[in-house]
């Protein structure tokens, strides 16, 4: 799902490029809702429909969006396509307001 593309958000996604070093194509704010799970195109599509009208249509996330009050910094090995050797690295509140 698209997230907002403010100000706020933009400065923190080039904060965390530089930080990291990612120089790939610009920032896009985004939340996840599959990954390459060595599923097709179709079985993609669907699933992204019905998280979406679970999301939404079930009122789990409010049209008006959400807060962000943390990050999550995690491993993902790109050859791991199950994500059993994913781990969180840390995490960290969000707190304050960035000028």
């Known amino acids: 799902l698209a ?5 706020q958000t933009m400065r923190v996604g080039a904060a965390a490029r530089e930080a990291f070093g ?3 194509g610009p920032y896009m704010p985004h939340l996840s809702l599959l990954y390459d799970a060595g599923i097709s195109n ?9 998280s979406q009208q679970r999301l939404f249509g079930e009122g789990l996330l409010p049209e008006a969006g959400y807060q962000v009050d943390r990050l999550s910094v995690w491993y993902l090995p790109e050859e791991d396509t199950t994500c059993e050797s994913w781990y969180q690295i840390a995490e ?4 304050g307001a960035m000028a």
């Open 3 to 7: 997230c907002k593309k403010d100000a």
């Open 42 to 50: 179709e079985e993609k599509d669907a699933t992204v429909e019905a």
């Open 22 to 24: 990612v120089t790939t």
């Open 92 to 95: 960290f509140p969000l707190t």
